[in-house]
């Protein structure tokens, strides 16, 4: 058997030994320290914007303390595209609120700016005004900002921004991850850039920031003694993890570049496969291509190249399946047009890693030519 092709693999620079090394050096493995303040920085640099970052210990975990800061409380509804992975959804639940789903448009997969209107018009009219919206640039397309926001602001509804799986994409030169009101970041083990567990919160509130990470660090008040006045949480990034984030940052744009170029490698590959369409970037987007994904004719088709692909020890994914979709949030209410649900059956995330080989990138190429007999 040759060996596996996985989907998204981490990619280690070698410069995060030596922050991890000066970590132990000065003894500083906490969820404090150094690192935590440079990595910090060093994110604030990239996005500019005047944003504020706190490190956390999850892309979760910021969407959890974000839907806190905007006042989500028990019984309180939260707009969340239903395109997404689950934890976009999860933490409106942890706050006792509940989902609204709304559904995808074509040309970016993500939030329908028109439904998302007629979602907010019906929620009103039925007695509640949503608290939040959460937005997602699913992987690393934007989605589109100017539509959504002037949206939200018409109805002054706060937008939590999931830039989990775009730090490196723009909308209209922008930065994602700087659109929110609040925004979050995500470092898990298969993302562009990876801590191997952390995420961040960004806001260009002072305020909302430093109460980000009061509440990350357990709600301690200022006083000798451990005083407490609200709710707290272990939310903070290790030292140790922010060393390893702080040797990524420095190849950031790299990682970009080179999923780019896994895409483009697709892109050129298949141009003459009738079955394999793309999502061509809209022209105000440009995507870090996280995730290469295709569209086939049909769920059969799709199925059936996936299993074609794993007997060859290539690991490919369905796009995310909805959230309306799932048993868990089966009662939530949801405004669908049908777009989420077709993505879903007919779309496969390819290989797309920044460290495919040239070798492991052919076998794929090579492998769904042979399954469409190209
Ligand atoms: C990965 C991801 C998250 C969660 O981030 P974690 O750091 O794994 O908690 C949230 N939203 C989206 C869209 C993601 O892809």
Redesign the pocket.
Known sequence: MESKIWLSSPHMSGKEQSYVQNAFDTNWIAPLGPHVDGFEDDIQNYLKEDSLVAALS???AA?HLGLIILGVKQGDEVICQSK??S??ANPIVYQGATPIFVDSENDTWNMSPELLEEAIKDRIKKGKKPKAIIA?H?YGMPYKADEIHTIAKAYNIPVLE?S??SLGSTYKEQKCGTFGDISIL???GN?IITTS???ALVTKNQEWKEKAVFLATQAREKAVEYHHKSIGYNYRLSNVLAGIGRGQMEVLDDRVKARRAVYKAYEDNFSNIEDISFLDEPTSAFSNRWLSCILTPSETVREALRLKLLEQNIETRPLWKPMHQQPIFESCPSYLNGVSDALFKKGLCLPSGSNLTENELDRVISAIKTYFRA
């Open positions: 999850s892309g979760t969407l997404t992975f934890a976009s997602v699913l999931d989990a799986e995500s470092f898990n993302k567990g952390g995420g």
